[in-house]
């Protein structure tokens, strides 16, 4: 990970934070910081709500680059990402399909599924699923968790039949694509992945200790009592797997820029892929920045280098300091 990023080479940068999906209080969050990095280090970075503000006035705003801040959907779905790319305005992050690739948890599954990759077994529930059937396939406990959400919000781990028709009305409420998935006990880890295509590297694995293993949206961003663990303390060769095995599925979906692989490893010691997000948190509670000041990397470079790395991706054109 290269640390030498010329802010006066960023241009006029716009932080596109906020937005309309169930996760804007984070990126609310995540994108002030972002900002204040920028700014911190000269950069003309202006913040941009797209819940409050007309795409026609991100338009007129002469911007040489976005980083997108926003997280869930129309931010992390290829949503503003086609918009930027009609706008002609380089973006950090995946382009279009990898971002809608990744946002469909299904879609996601079944991508690395056609490559090998390791990942629990799921059904698709839709209104009238048989709940025997489902239960059959993937035992008890299992997750219910619709397809295109982040942030655990409208997961449940559905310990009892009878549990299961009440997770995926919840479920419901979120997205009409809901998944059951294969519940795997172990250990929880994430892996930020960096590049692109062949370039594409992964940051040290952080290693997850949530109260009574209880990954959930308070213990992710509000409660303080989740331990993170950076180095993972993981052996070397076992690190090196799961790292490789993440840019793999980084690779597979197409992700450019920067994501992060959540994996849970089983009580055998066989990693699972659970999931990729594309448009990581960057709060003070977030993984991405803890992991890069573990390569030696602090909060200011990462934004920076992040920055750095905005393109428009359906032209394969690079920035260049113009538009």
């Known amino acids: 990970m290269t ?86 305005i380089p973006y950090t992050g995946s382009g279009v399909t990898a971002s809608a690739l990744a946002m469909d948890k299904i879609l996601t599954k079944a991508a690395w599924i056609s490559q090998g990759l390791s990942t629990p077994d799921y059904v698709r529930l839709e209104p009238g699923f048989n709940v025997d059937a489902v239960v059959k396939r993937l035992g008890l406990p299992l997750i219910v968790k619709p397809a295109q959400e982040g942030s655990t919000l409208g997961l449940t781990k559905v310990k009892t039949v009878e549990q299961l028709q009440a997770a995926f009305e919840l479920a419901f409420k979120y997205d009409p694509n809901v998944l059951a998935e294969k519940f795997v006990s172990g250990q929880e880890l994430t892996v930020p992945v960096m590049g692109a295509g062949n370039s594409a590297y992964a940051l040290p694995v952080i290693r997850i200790q949530a109260p009574e293993g209880n990954y959930d949206y308070h213990n992710k961003y509000i409660g303080n009592e989740t331990k993170y663990f950076c180095p993972s303390g ?78 428009l991706k359906a032209s394969g054109l690079n920035v260049g300091g113009t538009r």
């Open 234 to 311: 993981l052996t070397p060769e076992f690190e090196a797997e799961v790292q490789a095995l993440c840019v793999k599925a980084y690779q597979v979906l197409g992700c450019a820029g920067w994501g992060r692989a959540d994996v849970l490893v089983d009580e055998g010691g066989k990693p699972w892929l659970l999931e990729m997000n594309t448009s990581p948190g960057m709060t003070d509670h977030s993984l991405v920045p803890m992991s890069a000041r573990a390569s030696g990397v602090d909060y200011d470079q990462l934004v920076l280098q992040i920055a750095a790395s905005a393109s």
């Open 3 to 88: 640390n030498s990023v010329d802010p006066k080479n960023l241009g006029k940068v716009v932080v596109l934070f906020g937005g309309r999906s169930a996760e804007r209080e984070v990126s609310l969050k995540s994108g002030a910081m972002v900002l204040a990095a920028l700014q911190r280090n000269g950069v003309d970075a202006h913040g941009f709500d797209p819940a409050e503000r007309g795409m026609i006035e991100l338009a007129q705003g002469g911007f040489d680059r976005a980083v997108i801040s926003l997280h869930g959907r129309f931010g992390e779905d290829g949503t503003i990402q086609g918009v930027l790319e009609w706008l002609n």
